[in-house]
């Protein structure tokens, strides 16, 4: 979580929004004492579960990791 001053976050507010919106915490401070925190909002629970449902059972699973997934020829970039 990174501190910012109160004059800095007036000054530079859009910066700090676009901070936020990609996941960093705020405090804001006053006179070195924190008098508020600033964050993303939190997911709702029915979009949360909504996404692990889609994601369910997506995974796949390599027995040989250091193998490649696909032949030679199937690669784009082979060609």
Do not use: C
Not at 5 to 24: I, K
Not at 38 to 46: A, E, G, R, V
Not at 64 to 69: I, L, S
């Amino acid at each position: 979580m990174r501190d910012v001053n109160v004059t800095s976050l007036r000054q530079h507010l859009p910066d700090y929004l676009a901070r936020v919106a990609r996941g960093e915490r705020l405090s804001v401070t006053l006179r070195g004492r924190v008098i508020a925190e600033i964050s993303p909002p939190t997911p709702q629970p029915d979009v949360a579960e909504a996404a692990r449902s889609r994601l369910k059972g997506s995974l796949l699973r390599y027995d040989k990791p250091f193998e490649p997934v696909l032949p030679a020829d199937d690669w784009d970039m082979n060609r």
